[in-house]
């Protein structure tokens, strides 16, 4: 079946620095890909997304790129902030949009 | 806006308590799933359903059973809670076309003492 692989965290940034969080992918015909945030006490909310192979996803700041040839879909941000703080979920959905898989989240740290 | 919303943000139940977890979605998606979320274990898929009266095991069923009588609603049995039930519940509904994401509720916070 369909996996997500993500690194584990916590990830721990100063304010300003940049930040990636590695996620590659395995699965049968073309899914579409995503990123989710999580803030403390809440559910997730959709960051970003990317359907189809070198889309580029961006929303506040944070881009990730569909690289179908290493099977990757890295979120990266230039410069966090405090606020940027939360578990960061790397997922996929199948091609008939049904399933969704989901990595094991990496939670990251801002420090001011 | 509002587009999946779970019934309890916190739940605090005993031990053997049967336990009613409920989710609508305002969509009219076909699919809807419920997963729970535990720290160092990401999200695990519990059931899921792809039409009314239809539903199919996750990933760790056991101890779990599901309803969905309507499209809207889909609900989450604890027929006996146990405290290793506690957790984080999260419902979601994907849209069941390709290139869509999934919408999540704001998640139930369930204790089991």
């Known amino acids: 079946g369909d996996s997500v692989t993500q690194m584990e965290g916590p990830v721990t940034l100063s304010e300003e620095a940049f930040l990636t969080i590695n996620c590659t992918y395995t699965a049968t015909g073309y899914p579409s890909l995503f990123w989710y945030v999580q803030y403390p006490g809440e559910g997730l909310q959709l960051l970003l997304k990317a359907t189809k192979a070198d889309d580029k996803g961006s929303n506040k700041g944070f881009e990730a790129t569909y690289r179908k040839e290493t099977t990757s879909f890295h979120l990266e941000k230039g410069s966090v902030q405090v606020s940027d703080s939360a578990v960061y979920f790397c997922a996929l959905i199948d091609n008939a949009g049904n399933m969704l898989t989901f990595g094991g989240g990496t939670r990251l740290m801002v420090k001011p | 806006d509002v587009k999946v919303t779970q019934s309890s943000r916190y739940l605090v139940k005993r031990t053997g308590e049967k336990v009613f977890l409920e989710c609508v979605q305002d969509m009219d998606h076909e699919n809807m799933f419920w997963y729970r979320q535990d720290p160092g274990l990401g999200l695990r898929l519990i059931y899921f359903s792809y039409d009314v009266k239809m539903k199919e095991k996750g990933d760790i069923p056991e101890g779990y059973s599901v309803s969905r009588e309507k499209k809207e609603r889909f609900s989450l049995i604890l027929e006996s809670a146990s405290t290793n039930q506690t957790s984080m519940y999260l419902c979601?509904?994907?849209?069941?076309?390709?290139?869509?994401?999934?919408?999540f509720g704001q998640g139930t916070r369930l204790t089991v003492v």
């Open positions: 979601a509904s994907p849209a069941g076309a390709a290139n869509t994401e999934a919408f």
